[in-house]
């Protein structure tokens, strides 16, 4: 690592403030500012900036104090509501990032993230950044802003500005806070006695033994699972500057201790930036640098999905110390494994313990992140300067895995003995299902660099303003290895966990291999001009060349912008206007790219078994091995997504009341879909092809009303609202019918098709419930279907309930989203109030779906249930099917409560302290919502290997094992010296 650490220690970012066109500003925050320093304060468009008002771009943007008024992990959790036409969906996951969405999706398949850049460095995630770090975020939302990063704009560009030093002397800073976390919005499970009730009408349907009323254990598993969860930062920072040089170093440990037992996560950020000027100040460079360390605990968020499904019946553990299990006896019905001769044994479900789950569960996570950057800015003329910037970031992450085999097959069971194992072990000495335990390592460790050269020519005419950048730009990403080993019988003790101590009589598992990089070359130039801050032009031009398309000879493209403003309240006619301080119209458009797409690759599919691939010929009649395409090479490339767009920007009465308006048509002309091959095609498998143009058009409104009263009282009252309709336009015949949204049974639940969103729900339409056996016969039915089941449309009218009686039904996509803040300081009190809703979305409540009998439900379940002819013709009873239909979907609509925090500043009380403040905050306080699961916002798939990519054909938007909101309660102090 130490050969990493120095050279990065001089790497950094050259920035000066808005007066010269670079990639970093520095604001002096107040709470409620007037409309001459909002106006002037300077934006980051990327190889530049530029004041507010001469914007002719839609960007949004947030200061530091936005950033961490709400304890977070990263930045962007901490945003969700504030930033007009940004869609952000947290997650209170340890550690968790939220999805970020600019102006809808606009991609089935490929990366739907932003591109993010810190101080000019185009970075991963932001995942390693203090969110104290930070002193500004600006979010690129159209093309005509985001063409100048070319292939990586299609999803906006976030660009953030941390903190450096100030002219004066040395300040430090330290801020600290300790909070305590519970879930919040929980379900309510039926209790014993209505479990029994449940369970045994089940039974009485489908036959079977039925079990005994009165039973021993009346378990709550969500009161066994859930703890109070932790969170604490403490934040360290010195800054100051001289005549030639500035600098900031700052320290933050970061942790987090989740609602299950066990679950932490520990981060550690240290960063430096200076600024160095030389030559009376001719030479500027500047050298941002940071080093994050994280430790994670992870734990299976499948706990959720066991709470929720396992009987109240089973204990934890029974009084001789086994684990329960979902086991009772037939003879008399009682929740016991326990048995006398001629009695047997049967099984509520299928499930296992959800707290013996946790407790042999045992991962590790530690990674390491080293970023940063050096920038020089040369001032060759006046108004001219040159500027070169590289940058580099390498990452390391360790993963470990220790399972312990035999003893997750006892505790599943406490009829199982050691005896059992072990002669099962001895039986099958080379099948790994009776190691003792595994033991799996992951490594991987990747590393990226960039360098880019620009020129920028800033001067004034009289009435004229010109401001050119053009500049090349290289960057190589993906260099790297990863390697992945699992061995078996490793000793029980943790510090003999090692391959070198891993038994012998099992083949070790080994896969290693170095990452293909991706390479790009770029050539880039902007044109702004404005005459007499009233009329204003701007053009960027963005030639991209990526390594990753290379082999279909089309890896160049091409991406321009264009946009105009008008200043109107420059005008004559409006320049002594008391009412309206300033006014603006813009317009622009756009093309953009996006490369973070899946390609294909030639697999060739051979096997020594039977097979289609081999065949058997002569007299012999011998097996000749053959090998077949299984799916093809076909040539693909980015996705290309053009904008139009058009904004309003206001500032009325002397800047008490601020806002915008804008409106966008977003179209991502040749999305990627995933093709199943027809039954005649010469290959076997899937490929990806070029194949849909998908729509995202919608208007965002943002308004911000501020002053303060003869009395002292300052206050800011602000919200925006986002409205966004997502459509795939056209699919490209025989292309159709892309599906996806799993529940695991055979069942799935989404389908792509033109004139619906993305994320689409196509499912049955529940049309009551069937009441007797001679209302099925007379009718239109599933080949299973019984009283109390469920009954389907036959939308077709063709007298079969299959596929082709499906229908659309919304998608999981919020239509709209909104958010509002307030703000109160009066004295030295201070009073902070946010919250966020969102809604127009479906939700498809998979763990209420799901089942295979015996499970534990809902009370709302348990009350509403069918239990005879004529009881219910809505909700199904005890009995009942799995088909994915409308029955299990329900809005997901919601408003949260997500912050509210007051606060006192002891400011020129304490000599030798300049800033002492203290507050207390609570988090996530109520959430209002008719959705009938623990959280409507949805951000994981069940899938953890992709668990945070909100794929709109995986399983975002259907609830398996949800991570519950939760609500927090801290207390925080910020010291300035």
């Known amino acids: ?423 099962s072990k001895a039986e099958y000495s080379q099948s790994t299902t009776w190691a003792n335990n595994s033991l799996n390592f992951n490594n991987i460790e990747t590393y990226r660099w960039s360098w880019e050269n620009f020129i920028t020519y800033d001067r004034k005419f009289g009435k004229h303003s010109l401001n050119v950048v053009a500049g090349v730009s290289g960057e190589k990403r993906g260099i790297g290895e990863y390697s992945d080993i699992t061995v078996y019988d490793v000793p029980e003790k943790e510090q003999y966990w090692a391959v070198r101590h891993a038994s012998g009589n099992y083949t070790p598992l080994l896969d290693q291999n170095n990452y293909t990089p991706i390479a790009y070359a770029s050539y880039f130039a902007r044109l702004q001009y404005n005459y007499d801050n009233k009329y204003y032009v701007s053009g960027i031009i963005r030639r991209d060349g990526s390594s990753q398309f290379k082999q279909n000879g089309n890896y160049w493209g091409t991406f321009p912008s264009g946009s105009v403003a008008w200043n109107i309240s420059n005008e004559d006619f409006l320049k002594d206007s008391d009412v309206i301080s300033f006014l603006k119209l813009r317009g622009g458009w756009g093309r953009l790219g996006n490369a973070e797409v899946p390609y294909n690759y030639t697999t060739i599919t051979t096997s020594t078994g039977s097979s289609n691939g081999n065949y058997v010929f002569g007299p012999g009649q011998d097996l000749i091995y053959g090998a077949y395409v299984g799916s093809p090479a076909y040539d693909i490339s980015w996705e290309i997504v053009d904008e139009w767009t058009a ?119 529940a049309d009551g419930v069937w009441q007797t056996q001679e209302e099925i016969d007379s009718n239109p039915h599933l080949s299973s279907a019984q009283p109390g089941h469920l009954r389907y449309k036959d939308v077709n009218g063709d007298g079969v309930i299959d596929d082709r009686d499906k229908k659309f039904m919304g998608s999981y996509i919020p239509k709209f989203n909104y958010g509002i803040n307030i703000s109160l300081d009066y004295k030295n009190f201070d009073l902070n109030i946010s919250g966020y809703g969102a809604g127009g979305n479906k939700i498809y409540n998979g763990i209420k779906n799901t089942r295979l009998g015996g499970e534990n439900i809902s009370v709302d379940t348990f009350n509403s249930r069918w239990t005879g002819a004529g009881t219910s013709n809505t909700n199904p009873g005890a009995e009942r099917d799995q088909v994915a239909s409308s029955y299990y979907l329900e809005k997901g609509d919601y408003f949260r409560l997500s912050n509210v925090t007051l606060g006192y500043n002891f400011r020129d009380k304490i000599d030798f302290v300049s800033n002492l403040r203290i507050y207390v905050s609570a988090q996530n306080l109520f959430i209002i919502t008719k959705y009938s699961g623990f959280t409507p916002e949805l951000t994981l798939n069940n899938d953890k290997n992709s668990r945070y990519e909100g794929s709109p054909y995986g399983t975002t938007g259907v609830d398996f094992s949800a991570y519950p909101n939760v609500r927090t309660f801290l207390v925080g102090l910020n010291v300035e010296f």
């Open 1 to 423: 690592m130490k050969k990493y650490f120095f050279p990065l220690l001089i790497l950094g970012s050259l920035y000066t403030n808005a007066q010269v066109t670079n990639d970093s500003i520095q604001i002096e925050e107040d709470p409620i500012t007037n409309d001459s320093i909002i106006l002037n304060q300077a934006v980051v468009i990327g190889y530049g900036s530029v004041k507010k008002s001469d914007l002719t771009s839609a960007v949004s943007s947030a200061s530091s104090k936005d950033i961490t008024q709400i304890a977070s992990t990263t930045a962007m959790q901490s945003l969700q509501g504030k930033l007009a036409g940004v869609n952000i969906i947290n997650t209170d996951t340890p550690g968790g990032t939220p999805t970020v969405l600019v102006r809808g999706m606009g991609t089935a398949l490929g990366g739907k993230a932003p591109l993010y850049v810190v101080d000019g460095l185009i970075v991963p995630n932001i995942a390693n950044i203090n969110p104290n770090d930070i002193e500004k975020i600006d979010v690129l939302k159209d093309a005509a802003s985001s063409a100048i990063y070319g292939v990586r704009g299609a999803n906006g560009v976030v660009v953030i500005t941390t903190k450096r030093g100030k002219t004066g002397k040395l300040k430090v800073n330290y801020d600290s806070y300790f909070g305590v976390r519970n879930a919040m919005n929980l379900v309510d499970m039926a209790n014993a006695d209505q479990y029994i009730t449940y369970f045994n009408e089940q039974r009485q349907a489908t036959g079977g033994s039925l079990i005994s009323t009165n039973q021993k254990y009346n378990t709550d598993w969500f009161d066994e699972l859930l703890k109070t969860g932790q969170i604490v930062s403490n934040n360290v920072a010195l800054s100051g500057a001289g005549e030639n040089i500035n600098y900031m170093f700052s320290i933050n440990n970061f942790e987090e201790k989740g609602i299950l037992a066990g679950n932490d996560f520990k981060r550690t950020t240290v960063r430096n930036n200076n600024d160095y000027k030389l030559f009376d100040g001719k030479l500027k460079i500047k050298q941002n640098v940071s080093a994050t360390f994280t430790r994670e605990v992870p734990k299976p968020y499948d706990a959720f999905d066991l709470a929720y499904r396992q009987s109240p019946l089973v204990p934890v553990k029974y009084e001789n110390g086994l684990w329960g299990a979902p086991i009772f006896n037939q003879t008399t019905g009682e929740a016991t494994y326990v048995t006398q001769p001629g009695q047997l044994t049967d099984t509520f479900n299928s499930h296992g313990n959800p707290i013996s789950t946790l407790y042999y569960d045992n991962q590790k996570i530690n990674t390491t992140t080293l970023q940063g950057n050096i920038e020089a800015e040369l001032k060759l003329a006046k108004g001219l300067t040159v500027t070169s910037r590289a940058g580099a970031t390498k990452y390391w992450y360790k993963y470990r895995q220790y399972s312990p085999i035999k003893s997750k097959w006892l505790a599943a069971n406490p009829t199982r003995t050691a005896a059992e194992f072990e002669n």
């Open 647 to 765: 904004g309003l920007d206001f500032d009325l009465f002397r800047g008490k009341l601020t806002g915008s308006f804008d409106y966008y048509n977003k179209t991502t002309k040749n999305a990627i879909l995933n093709i199943q091959q027809i039954l005649s095609s010469p290959y076997e498998k899937n490929f990806y092809d070029h194949a849909a143009k998908i729509e995202n058009k919608g208007f965002e409104i943002a308004l911000n009303y501020s002053d303060k009263t003869s009395g002292g009282l300052r206050y800011s009252i602000g919200g925006n609202f986002n409205y966004n309709v997502n459509e795939v336009v056209s699919v490209k015949k025989g292309y159709e019918g892309m599906t996806g949204g799993s529940l695991g049974n055979g069942q799935i639940t989404k389908r792509l098709e033109a004139g619906q969103p993305l994320g689409s729900f196509w499912l049955l339409e």
